[in-house]
């Protein structure tokens, strides 16, 4: 017995098509196409023997038990320096394996384009022409994308997020390697390096011109994020629209899981590693970043000075926070985190609805932990357990 099935797209199943050899059904050689809920109505249902009749009741069966068939992969490889974790829901799990492999091999390959740490990365390359060319340098087209969504994210935070910093980044990196406090001479010379002014973008052309010696750029506070975003679009390109990808604490998601109501993310207390808020974060189609000074800082004077460095300043951020983004795209999230750390919590705020963002954060003053939120960040918490 053959049988071929056509199974629309759209939320009712537009049809189903059962062809039978003449062996079986010398009579009728093709049922019309009809809707699932009126089979039982249909003026052939009642006419066909008992051998078909069972045979749509187990196709029946097939289709509307596939939505379960559903299961859930998880891959994780160390990528960009940080665990790389990607969570898919498939029902073929060649797919799955297959799709994983292709998203870590875009993972090296948009590594290879933002790293600061790859001497030979197209970052690395276009830093080390830094004032020593009047020739625009042309550019990729990611390259080109996250640099103007770089330049957004400088324009909207007023200078907070900044991806010239990278002479203040290796400083400050150094100096965290070594536990030597840098000098404030040797800070305000770094400062001194550093500028989106002196970053030129013809998008028309597609180059990019560094017009001061000794600058170099650092996508460190958005390129996991937009890493992350890529993937999940990948992923949906694909067709699979069930996912999670966690670049290292910067999420971003498509679809929620089978019967969920989206991905439950937990938000750690500020100052600690492993405890956890109890209200999660539950939410799908939409990215998640937090950023904080748990895991990288430096002490000095009785101060704790963040690895997130204020652009402005030269100096790491010594205010004790946490900064949650839920954002619409993992980019968006990871340089909001950035920027709202750096900013005054009423700019922060003000900042994330200009970006159409949600913001929590969580402080430490004077031994208490206090929150401040935007208005919809409460519709993305769950009950608290």
Known sequence: MNATLAIGTTSTILGLLIKYSLEFLPVIEQLPIFELHNLKDHKY????????????????MILTGAAAQLKRYAFSQPKMGSPFNIILYTTDSAKANTLAAESFQLIDSLNAIFSDYLPNSE????SATAGKTNTPVPVSPLMLDILLRSKEAWQKSKGAFDITIGPLVKLWRQARKEGSFPEDTTIKKSLMLTGFDHLQIDTAAKTVLLTKQGMQLDLGGIA???????????LKQN????????????????GAPPTAKGWTIGINVPETENDLLSNKIVLHNMAVATSGDVYQYMEHNGKKYS??????????VTSQRNVTIIAPDGATADWLATACSILP?????????AMHAQLLIATIQEGKTLFYFTKGFANYLSAGK
Do not use: E
Not at 123 to 126: A, N, T, V, Y
Not at 224 to 234: C, D, E, L, R, S
Not at 307 to 316: C, L, N, Q
């Open 45 to 60: 249902f009642h006419h066909l023997p008992y051998r078909s009749t069972l045979l749509c009741t187990m196709l029946l």
């Open 123 to 126: 970052l690395s390359r276009l």
């Open 224 to 234: 996991k994020g937009y890493t992350a975003q890529q993937v999940i679009n990948f």
């Open 239 to 254: 067709n699979i629209t069930r996912a999670l990808v966690d670049a290292g604490g910067d999420i971003a998601t498509s």
């Open 307 to 316: 690895h997130i460095t204020d652009p402005r300043t030269g100096y790491g």
């Open 345 to 353: 919590i009423n700019a922060a705020k003000q900042l994330a609805t």
